[in-house]
């Protein structure tokens, strides 16, 4: 028996792999104890972005009633205790569905796979990784295919649109492109005021660090039950996935 199977773990995907490596104390909370993290404001104000802009392009909706939809809702989650930070971010939703519209638009529609009631649904994209004596299935799901265009798009909400791409975002680009096979990918980075793409190129090396980042991992996680393996993992408090569930890390971990 392998360790992902020791576990329980029937696949991976790109957010999983990045938790691994940013966190793994994160990342045993997660998919070891089922910890439920709570969903940021951050997060929140990307999906209601995204979602505002799938209306326009392929759900029939006018530009202006979707971004009021999304301003709304947003408005609801941080009712109660949203940061200056959230109400900034808030105030430049707009922006970055209109900057998101604008740079897409030259694509045309999305085609997008849909329910048996015509809801629109993501398009899944998996690539089954083999290592030393294990395989395992890595999963994500995309933003924005178009077919005639040869093309996946992944759209991104930011405050401060990025020079370079993240480490996390390349390995999750990489991924896409690995198993889209012809497709190219690129990220598209809206702010309030601006928008920047970047595109994935040279992707083979990267999806042979990911590889190499599951054997890790798989070696790792046959070493010991989830108790075991709580108890030998580092705990780095500053991570940014415990920003929030800080009573959770010390359920966890004790600190």
Known sequence: M?????????????????????SPCAWIARYLFNAK????????????????????????????????????????????????????????????????????APYGEPDFER?????????????????????????????????KHGLVVDLK???????NMSDEHIRQGAFYRGAMGNYGVKFLYVTGSK????????????????KAVLNRQEHFLKAGTAEELRKLVQVNPSSYYWSGDEALRKDMYGF
């Open 2 to 22: 392998n360790g992902f199977e020791r576990h329980g773990i029937k696949h991976s995907s790109p957010s999983a792999l990045n938790m691994w490596i940013s």
């Open 37 to 104: 993290f709570k969903f940021g404001n951050p997060a929140k104000a990307g999906v209601l972005v995204e979602e505002a802009v799938v209306k326009v392009l392929a759900g029939g909706y006018e530009a202006a009633v979707a971004i009021e939809e999304a301003k709304k809702e947003y408005g609801r989650a941080i009712a109660l205790g949203g940061s200056p930070a959230d109400i900034k971010r808030g105030a430049a939703m707009q922006g970055m569905i209109e900057n998101a519209l604008k740079e897409l």
């Open 115 to 147: 329910d048996v009631v015509g809801k629109i649904k993501q398009r899944k994209a998996e690539m089954l990784c083999k290592g030393d004596g294990w395989e395992l299935p890595v999963i994500g799901y995309l933003d924005l295919v178009y077919e």
């Open 157 to 163: 909400t930011t405050m401060a649109a990025p020079t």
């Open 195 to 210: 928008a920047v793409w970047h595109e994935i190129g040279d992707y083979a090396p990267v999806l042979k660090e990911i």
